[in-house]
């Protein structure tokens, strides 16, 4: 299936068939709002107990609806036989132009979950060039299912929604603005530029680039070298770098150290560690080289970075 798959099309992979007995200790609770106007909503939900926490919710018709699971993971249930499951860090899209269709989350406990809402003709103002799958006059009135990991870059802004502290008058635009942010980073899609590395057009090396990033990703404390990495990939060095640069606009060790500390920029919003833990949990034998790294990102040390988020 493409990216973009049929929201419960005829293929029934994409759907797992089965009836989740309700558990007796399952407790009900509630989106709470955060931002909301005529073509938009922005909402959170938190589960701190011990317990599973049932979020009873509705796809609107016309209006496309993004979940994202920052942690724990979700179950949603369309129905008695319709079930998805989303992990931590991944994020689903739904669209149904046909009809309201009502469900039900259940979020395990731990589970933090961001929802934003956005009306089609909301979203067309802001693509007005029929880039987008969905936006295009003939699929507007195909129903559309995404499932995707959320990007590191996403996710420190999705995380930030939990751990602001603004006062009441700053706070609607604060979320005006993380609407637009949140949809700008979901949707962007950098091509390669093909005629500059003509080798990006055989999907296949494009696959074992991203395969790379992704092996990358999960060695984040120990990486290979870039040597190796091109073994593990299946690519000669010249094919990785120039590739990697082209797909996600850095080279491999830069894409790596934004990765690093956009990671620790959210264990610094979480406010349980302090700087030199979070230097050691990213791999740094030397906060300082983190404190110096941190500060040419963001444009302010992480001490500094941290009294701001409290004051």
Do not use: W
């Amino acid at each position: 299936m493409t990216p973009i798959e049929i929201f419960f099309g005829i293929s029934l992979k994409a759907i797992m068939i089965f009836t989740i007995e309700k558990n007796t200790n399952t407790a009900i609770g509630k989106f709470s709002p955060l931002y909301s106007q005529e073509n938009i909503t922005l909402q959170v939900a938190g589960n701190s107990s011990k317990e599973n926490l049932q979020l009873p919710s509705l796809i609107n018709q016309n209006v496309i609806h993004f979940y994202f699971c920052l942690s724990g993971k979700a179950v949603f249930q369309f129905g008695p036989h319709y079930v998805r499951e989303i992990q931590s860090q991944r994020n689903y899209f739904f669209y149904n132009p046909e009809k309201d269709l009502p469900f039900e989350i259940t979020l395990s406990a731990s589970a933090r979950m961001v929802e934003l809402s956005v009306t089609l003709a909301g979203l067309h103002k802001l693509f007005t060039n029929n880039s987008i799958p969905f936006l295009k006059p003939e699929n507007a009135k195909t129903k559309f299912y995404d499932e995707r990991e959320i990007p590191a870059s996403l996710f420190v802004v999705l995380n930030q929604l939990f751990t602001v502290n603004l006062d009441e008058n700053a706070r609607r635009l604060y979320y005006h603005g993380k609407c637009y942010e949140i949809l700008s980073l979901y949707f962007s899609d950098k091509k390669p530029d093909t005629e500059s590395c003509p080798f990006l057009n055989d999907q296949e090396t494009v696959r074992k680039i991203k395969h790379a990033k992704e092996y990358l990703l999960r060695n984040v404390n120990t990486p290979p070298s870039l040597k190796e990495l091109a073994k593990f990939a299946g690519l000669n060095e010249y094919q990785l770098k120039a590739g990697f640069k082209e797909i996600y606009g850095n080279s491999v060790f830069a894409f790596l150290l934004d990765h690093k500390l956009d990671q620790a920029r959210v264990l610094l919003d979480s406010q349980k560690f302090q700087v030199n833990e979070v230097a050691y949990q990213m791999g740094y034998t030397n906060p300082s080289h983190f404190i110096t790294a941190f500060k040419k990102k963001f444009g302010v040390t992480p001490k500094k970075y941290v009294m701001a988020r409290v004051s």
